[in-house]
């Protein structure tokens, strides 16, 4: 399988993956567990990472070997994507062509899974966390619990595209903060920012 980023790190393609293998988990949800697992350092190899992935997403079996491969593509462009000096990491979310109150759902269940793919990494102590970290991640609590019945106007987009950019330079913040120190996360060759 020769897949490229374009192909894998797409909401809708995601979508599809997780229904052939009856994953529970949204597609935003489980991209942003998978955010998180990264963000909080989860280490090991790509066959370890995906058996704690699956659970996660509420998948009970394990996938046959191309969807086995396709995840394995998810963690390796996503962790180049939050490597990546140029900043191109982005959440996957619907369309911008989507409801407005879909896609404020869809990036209140990324927060989420971001949230509980953090955690899933392990404990951490208080002192481990800078008071920027502390509040990106309250932040991001806030926002997993956001009302999405909005108003559809001008206003409603600009303070939709705002949270969002705020949404995702945060985790790139925390991954920096909590991955960046732990040379087995990054991948050979990768450009750290």
């Not at 995601?14 to 988990?25: D, F, G, M, W």
């Not at 066959?47 to 704690?52: G, P």
């Not at 996938?63 to 462009?77: A, I, M, V, Y």
């Not at 927060?111 to 953090?118: I, Q, R, W």
Request: proline share 5%; aromatic share 10%.
């Amino acid at each position: 399988m020769n897949l490229q980023s374009e192909d894998v790190l797409d909401f809708y393609e995601l979508e599809a993956e997780l229904r052939k293998i009856e994953a529970l988990a949204s597609p935003s949800e489980a991209h942003g567990i998978l955010c998180g697992q990264l963000s909080g350092g989860l280490t090991g190899d790509q066959v370890a990472w995906l058996k704690e992935y699956l659970p996660n997403l509420g998948v009970k079996g394990e996938p046959w070997d191309n969807t086995r491969e396709w995840f394995c593509q998810l963690h390796k462009f996503t962790l180049e994507e939050l490597v990546d000096n140029q900043f191109n990491f982005m959440p996957l979310l619907p369309d911008d062509q989507d409801p407005l109150d879909t896609r404020l759902g869809s990036l209140a269940e990324w927060c989420s899974g971001f949230l509980a793919g953090f955690g899933s990494a392990g404990a951490r102590r208080p002192e481990e966390f800078t008071e920027d970290a502390l509040t990106a991640l309250r932040d991001i609590q806030q926002i997993s619990q956001v009302d999405t019945e909005i108003d559809e106007e001008e206003d409603g987009e600009a303070a939709y595209f705002e949270v969002l950019e705020y949404v995702r330079m945060a985790a790139l913040m925390i991954f920096t903060e909590f991955a960046m120190d732990r040379a087995n996360v990054v991948p050979p060759g990768a450009t750290i920012h």
